[in-house]
């Protein structure tokens, strides 16, 4: 079987999410694995499949840690909001 990406090339693995056929090349060069880096490279489609999930992870997690600091600022300046100078005559300022 002749490697996806050098068609002059034999292929020597598979891409471990695919199956298309890799060269050396392109085994060894590979951005991707599987098991967490240690496992079957990935071929270039399935490497970039992968890497826009993990940013589609990061950007959702980023937006619930924007929410997050959000809430914490509003909890946090509506006492001084509802309350305001009489907090600062209490404490002794």
Sequence with gaps: ????????EESVVTCGHCGVAL???CEQNALFRTNNGNGQALCKRC???????I????EKWLKKRE????????????P????????FSRVGY
Excluded: T, W
């Design 47 to 53: 490497s970039l499949q992968s890497a826009q999930e």
């Design 23 to 25: 060269c050396r090349e």
């Design 1 to 8: 079987m002749k490697c996806i990406n050098h068609p002059n």
């Design 80 to 87: 001084v909001i509802i309350e305001g100078p009489a907090i």
């Design 55 to 58: 940013v589609a992870y990061d």
């Design 67 to 78: 929410i997050k600091i959000g809430l914490m600022a509003v909890l946090l300046i509506l």
